[in-house]
């Protein structure tokens, strides 16, 4: 392997930093670039490229960000990843798997689909049918269906908030996407899939959130061989080489609340002695 490229957003990225850091201690070479500015071309080369570099002379593409952007713009992007796909170029994650996680809905629908335990959860574009499950569910946290990082989640108890809340969404022709709450004394697990090998922590919030970009604190876990076999099976699902799987334990039963086709890792690392941006990198290089 001679170069791998980084799709990153320009600001500085911890992940990133890791990443670049491993590529370059294997004498690889190593660019990053925004993924908002591909040039794709039919019928003359380069075919796709970035920034002046022909993307088809890289041996792999990591996306580490997809920025936001209109319909047109984002499926552009993930088609300009397929074609580069179809060339033969290796993109981690693959694009399957960042169009799957993208979306809270379809990441829970295949799962589900698949045997794996996902949280009570209604998704709709009707308000009244927003309130009807409201008032099933009676706690519920409201998400955004392409949300990140916790930001812009609500929790409703009260049925006035609730209408108000959802009479706004109305306007911006946002999609409900409305789940139950799941008492898990604010703390949840984050296992890293990375091949066919699982890291774990325990993350424990200040409130409900448990993101780490949310403030909370992480502690080494050690995943039992059914939630290991549960995190391996949900990035194979998803099509994720490496993902980040978050599990919401409550008394007995466990959840898989989501899957991270882009995760960080910051939180994990400072818990275990493992490298993982070597790890990463090992993998991608070993394929
Ligand atoms: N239904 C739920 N009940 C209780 N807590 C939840 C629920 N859904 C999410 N959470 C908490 O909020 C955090 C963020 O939710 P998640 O679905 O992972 O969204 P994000 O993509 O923003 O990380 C989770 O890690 C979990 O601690
Ligand atoms: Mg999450």
Redesign the pocket.
Known sequence: MKNIGIFTSGKSDWNVQQLEGEVKKKGIGCVTFPLSELVARLDSKPRVSCRGYDLEEFDALIVRWVPKGSAEQLIFRMDALHRLENLGIRVVNPPIAIERCAD?FYTSSLLEDAGIPT???VVTEKRSEAMKAFEEFGD??V??LF???????L?ITDRDLAYRTFSALEFGRYVYFI??????N???I?ALVIGNEVLAAM?I?EG????V??G?KVEPYELDDELKEVALKSAEILKCEYAGV?I?KNLDKF?V??I?AIPGWKGLQSVTPVNIAEKIIDHLVGQ
């Open positions: 809270k949280l009570p959860t519920v946290i998400k955004p949300g990140s990082l916790g930001a812009g989640m929790r789940q139950k709450f799941i008492p898990h604010n703390r949840d984050r993350r919030g409900w959130k448990t993101n970009s949310a909370a978050d919401i959840y609340a989501e991270n």
